[in-house]
């Protein structure tokens, strides 16, 4: 099977993960891919840690040296609770799974890797809830999928995809304006952000504040 039909997922913030990974692995499931996890290492926090003068607060509440192998065990622990919480999911849905590690920054590996899949979702800095699909209580806020469709291959898929996903997770589709731009779309508030890949720069993607599916040939 070719990349190209595989479904990704980038993540660089693990606090955003149990909810990308839901959210990516129900996509997956709905259109019959494998789901692919990319964790992103942070370059620039390692470049910061080689600073000669690079602190970091100790449990005991002093400040103590930071050195990059101190990064790179951190990012080991990360990236092992990731493939367990990837590993849980994916097999309680029925999805086959991978996972690989690269180095750089969110917004940049989202303009590269989105090339090597038509669905890409970017995990959101500001994503902290499970997405599980089981059905929501009457009480509790309804769940909203917005879409930012446009006349394009690209657009018309967005929206089937959001209509579909918005079934699964019995949430609401709220499409966008169609002069939405490129800036706005990053602080919209949803659930779930589904836009054409070519609606959103670095600078857009580098701000985004929820889980985001890009949707476009690869």
């Not at 980038?10 to 964790?39: G, H, M």
């Not at 065990?73 to 590690?101: F, H, K």
């Amino acid at each position: 099977m070719s990349e190209a039909r595989r479904v990704l997922v980038l993540l660089d913030d693990t606090a955003a993960a149990t909810a990308a990974i839901e959210l990516s692995s129900l996509v997956a499931r709905q259109v019959q891919r494998p789901l692919e996890v990319v964790y992103i290492e942070s370059a620039s926090a390692l470049r910061a840690a080689a600073l000669p003068l690079a602190r970091v607060l100790a449990p005991g509440g002093d400040w103590a040296p930071l050195a990059p192998q101190d990064v790179e065990r951190g990012y080991a622990l990360q990236a092992a609770r990731l493939r367990a919480l990837t590993e849980r999911i994916a097999l309680r849905d029925s999805v086959c799974w991978s996972m690989r590690v690269v180095r750089g920054a969110l917004a940049q590996a989202a303009l590269e890797l989105r090339a090597q899949s038509d669905l890409v979702l970017v995990g959101g800095r500001g994503t902290v809830a499970a997405f599980a699909p089981a059905p929501t209580p009457h009480r509790l806020p309804r769940r909203v999928v917005r879409v930012a469709g446009d006349d394009s291959p690209a657009g018309a898929a967005a929206r089937t995809l959001a209509q579909q996903l918005a079934q699964a997770l019995s949430a609401l589709v709220d499409p966008l304006p169609g002069g939405a731009g490129a800036a706005a779309l990053p602080q919209t508030r949803c659930d779930l952000l589904i836009v054409p890949r070519d609606r959103l720069d670095a600078a857009a993607l580098a701000q985004l504040a929820q889980p985001t599916l890009l949707v476009g040939e690869a």
